[in-house]
T-cell receptor
């Protein structure tokens, strides 16, 4: 079945780059997403990438996709304390469940001043 | 509306009682999703609606859980005879359409505590 895995914690210093990694199992994934969840809030879409792309950049965010290894990463440049949150990786798949999103358990990013 | 709205934001109930959770999706969004987020866990898919129909109810944990959507808009998730293991944050999301490129917009959730 489909599965998305992420490391649970990441701690960085303010101003450094953060790299959050994610692996997925379904090779028919079409879109992959990064969501951010701040305390007491719902999930906010940060960015997404189509599976035929290798990289997508949006301001401080860079998404890298290695389709062969089924590995997705989110790089946050010049990390700020306001970036402290839980980051979820998600994939949407083809087939009978087309459109369903499969989420990882989330990576809690802590940014130290 | 401006975003996905959920009510109540917090609900405390006694074991055995029924609860109803409400979701108001973004205006014009035809697809609506319910998820459950338990402490330290990812998002567990419960059910989705395309219009008023629920093609996929596979995630509902038991027959105590049901959901409906009327007028292609508001949805309610009902949990009957609540149990302590039902305690979680229930998140609702909506998207323009249920398809491969599925950008979902989330509400802030309802935190349910079953005593």
């Amino acid at each position: 079945g489909e599965d998305v895995e992420q490391s649970l914690f990441l701690s960085v210093r303010e101003g450094d780059s953060s790299v959050i990694n994610c692996t997925y199992t379904d090779s028919s994934s079409t879109y992959l997403y990064w969501y951010k969840q701040e305390p007491g809030a719902g999930l906010q879409l940060l960015t997404y990438i189509f599976s035929n792309m290798d990289m997508k950049q949006d301001q401080r965010l860079t998404v890298l996709l290695n389709k062969k290894d089924k590995h997705l990463s989110l790089r946050i440049a010049d990390t700020q304390t306001g970036d402290s949150a839980i980051y979820f990786c998600a994939e949407s798949i083809n087939g009978g469940s087309q459109g369903n999103l499969i989420f990882g358990k989330g990576t809690k990013l802590s940014v130290k001043p | 509306g401006a975003g996905v709205s959920q009510s109540p934001s917090n609900k405390v109930t006694e074991k055995g009682k029924d609860v109803e959770l409400r979701c108001d999706p973004i205006s014009g969004h035809t697809a609506l999703y319910w998820y459950r987020q338990s402490l330290g866990q990812g998002l567990e898919f419960l059910i989705y609606f395309q219009g008023n129909s629920a093609p996929d109810k596979s995630g509902l944990p038991s027959d105590r859980f049901s959901a409906e959507r009327t007028g292609g808009s508001v949805s309610t998730l009902t949990i009957q005879r609540t149990q302590q293991e039902d305690s979680a944050v229930y998140l609702c999301a909506s998207s323009l359409e249920h398809r491969a490129k599925n950008i979902q917009y989330f509400g802030a959730g309802t935190r349910l505590s079953v005593l």
